[in-house]
């Protein structure tokens, strides 16, 4: 069955004819077991937030990519220089099909690592992970270090009944919360540098 995100998307899983996405454009993705279907409130959030902020020639970096769901997201939308990066080679291989099956193998980079793996220093103008909070903690300076002076990050994967606790986090890592969702008893967030 088709997985509707916002006004302009539909996520189909390999099996499934196009025509269900009745003309819209859409995404095949394989989850081969990984997190990143496009099912998860998490995923969803990250994936509005992407919608509402992504526009042509923005590069974007996705940390923690699994299934590349968000960085091929941000492929079709004419972003530039889209950077996915996760450090469970599984989760890559996963993400490589995927953005094959996509036609983007000449519009997203796919690194295993971490991003300490990122060779350059290059900035991003948008920079979006989807992980579990925990994980999140202990990468907010590198969201922060890798996000242009005026670049945007998104993130999600916090319980909402840890989110002021959350906020807090990111009050002490310098990042401006622009906006949060709450799904499903999950919060996301739109933060500024």
Known sequence: MPVWIGERLVLLFPHEDPSSAYGRPYLVIDPGGKFGTGTHPTTRMCLTILEDILREEQSVLDIGTGTGILAIYAATRAAKGVVAIDPDFEACRVCRQNIMKNGLDQKVRLINGRVEALSDRRLFDIVVANLEANTLTVVLPALRARAQPDGLIVISG????????????LEKASLKVLSSVILDQWAGFLLGT
Not at 158 to 169: D, I, K, R, Y
């Open 158 to 169: 916090v319980p909402a009944v840890a989110q002021s606790e959350f906020l807090s986090l």
